[in-house]
Every structure is written in structure tokens, then in C-alpha cells.
Nanobody, 126 residues
């Protein structure tokens, strides 16, 4: 069974940066992603990576960078967050689809994800 563990959250002032990490126990996944959920709001997908190709939601394009590392036995996912805004305040989760070979290419791509970690809190103050 694959497990996901996020780290790297914290508190930062607007305009600052944070780097999130996700350690994934299990096989490499073709597609992995980051979601977030703010208080009182639904969980939303913010970034995903298929093989080496990233995609972003409109709200984070140009500010966040998703990457992964499968070298030397590592299976990790990262999210570099820059120019943070108070609206980015949320619990952030890394996520994977049901199968390692899933390509996350359906019309509702964020619905392809099935498993999430426990999350790491990001708080951005103005």
C-alpha cells in the first residue's frame, strides 16, 4: 500500500516563499499532484505532473513549481511556492491516482486522484 507524507508547511508573510515535500512509499507514479483546501472551501487541485510535464491551476500559474525526484530509489514530490498571497492559505496535500500507470488524462483531470496524504498547513499573512 502506498503512503504519502507531506512536510514543509509553515507561516510566511505575503510575497514570501515556501517549499513543500511529499515522501511517497511505494512505486513511482506516472502522475502525481498537489491539492489544497482552505477553511470553508472545497479541496482544489493546484498542480500536477505527468512524467516530467507539469500543469497548474490558473490561481498558481507563474508562482508555483511542481517537480519530482525518482532518482536513486527516492520517490518524492515537491512544490515550490513563490510570491505567496493570503489567498494561498490552506492545508496542502500531495495526491496520487488509483494506479501507478494512471495517466490523469480524463476530462476532469483532478477527479483522477484517489489518495491523499495527511496534509501540511500553509499560512500566509498580509
Amino acid at each position: 500500500q502506498t503512503g504519502l507524507m507531506e512536510s514543509g508547511g509553515g507561516s510566511v508573510q505575503a510575497g514570501g516563499s515556501l517549499n513543500l515535500s511529499c515522501a511517497i512509499s511505494g512505486p513511482p507514479y506516472y502522475c502525481m499532484g498537489w491539492f489544497r483546501q482552505a477553511p470553508g472551501k472545497e479541496r482544489e487541485g493546484v498542480a500536477l505532473i505527468r512524467a516530467g510535464n507539469p500543469s497548474y491551476s490558473d490561481s498558481v500559474t507563474g508562482r508555483f513549481i511542481i517537480s519530482k525526484d525518482n532518482a536513486r530509489g527516492r520517490n518524492s514530490l515537491y512544490l515550490e511556492m513563490n510570491s505567496l498571497e493570503p489567498e494561498d492559505t490552506a492545508m496542502y496535500y500531495c495526491a496520487i491516482p488509483q494506479h501507478p500507470w494512471s495517466r490523469c488524462d480524463s476530462a476532469q483531470v483532478w477527479a483522477d486522484f484517489r489518495y491523499w496524504g495527511q496534509g501540511t498547513q500553509v499560512t500566509v499573512s498580509s
